[in-house]
């Protein structure tokens, strides 16, 4: 609150997020159908978030009761279009095991779970209660390792869990290498090629790879934009991604997806892609084969 009081007065842009939240916006932007499981409280930041969610279609349980108040991210956006982040937790670290409904998780095509739900046991709990109930359904789970801090933190514990119950893992080149141990990027998305079926390890502006059972290791490269805010990118690579796998595209044609949402997404401030943004599937496809 202290550090929001200071930034009064200064250019300063509001905006929803969260790791998988930002993805799960950006599924539905696309045309995805989408539930978001996660806490917030019953204040102004958790009001907007409901309505920031809601308008776009994703279904949403709405604030709680919570005395704690709605998390908030202060993020310092640096001419070359870096971030520094400033992160209270707030209700987002309440989420509970109860919070995870069965229900929805039946009737659901893919689960998509974040990184950072490791840094609280009862989040972490939320995140496998959540995978034992996608795996009774036989439903796929995927993931993201969200930061190389939470993989440093909790190694151990993440590989046994992508190992046991991941499908589809997401992740940054740093991230991998944290991951593997190694400071060379083949070696980390080798290593993590033996972990999990399907992998995608974005690179910045040298683009992503992409890897599953049928296919040994495909390239995609980057859409040419202006960078102004990188905050949101690999949330939304994952978006394009998932809703290329989920409408049964090529491993190649849904990263080719997520990086056209990752180009739209670090084109303004914010870390979720516009609501009317133009995203059709064929012709992001078409576009790129152009490039």
């Known amino acids: 609150n202290k550090i929001l009081k200071e930034l009064h007065g200064l250019s300063t842009k509001i905006s929803s997020g969260g790791s998988a939240a930002n993805t799960i916006h950006g599924l539905s932007i696309l045309g995805g159908e989408t539930y978001y499981i996660g806490r917030v409280a019953n204040d102004v930041y958790g009001k907007h978030y409901v309505e920031d969610m809601r308008s776009c279609g994703v279904s949403f349980s709405g604030t709680g009761n919570s005395l704690s108040d709605t998390g908030t991210c202060v993020i310092l956006v640096t001419p070359d279009s870096e971030r520094t982040m400033l992160t209270h937790l ?22 998509y779970i974040e990184g950072y739900l490791w840094t609280g046991e009862d989040t972490c709990n939320a995140a496998e209660k959540l995978c034992k109930i996608a795996k009774k359904n036989k439903t796929p789970v995927a993931f993201t390792l969200s930061d190389a801090f939470i993989v440093n933190s909790f ?9 046991q119950n991941v499908d589809i ?7 991998a290498k944290a991951m593997a141990e190694t400071e060379d990027t083949q070696e980390a998305f ?10 995608f390890v974005t690179r910045g502006e040298n683009g992503s790879w992409a890897s599953n059972p049928t296919e040994e290791k495909i390239t995609v490269n980057v859409f040419p934009t202006k960078a102004v805010d990188a905050t949101g990118a690999g949330d939304l690579f994952a978006a394009g991604a998932l809703y290329g796998i989920i409408r049964n ?11 056209y949402c990752a180009s739209k997404v670090v084109s303004h401030m914010g870390g979720r892609m516009p609501v009317g943004s133009d995203v059709n599937a ?10």
């Not at 893992?169 to 991230?175: A, P, R, Y």
């Not at 595209?249 to 990086?259: C, E, H, M, P, R």
Request: proline share 1%; net charge positive; aromatic share 6%.
């Open 169 to 175: 893992l997401f992740c940054n080149d740093i991230e």
């Open 155 to 163: 190694k151990k514990r993440l590989i046994d869990f992508i190992r």
């Open 90 to 111: 707030g209700a987002s670290s309440l989420l509970h095991p109860d919070n995870v409904d069965e229900k929805v998780i039946k009737n659901a095509g893919m689960v």
């Open 190 to 199: 080798d290593a993590l090629k033996g972990m999990v079926e399907t992998v």
């Open 249 to 259: 595209y090529s491993l190649k044609d849904s990263a080719i997806i997520g990086s």
């Open 282 to 291: 064929e012709k992001i496809i078409q576009k790129y084969q152009k490039l």
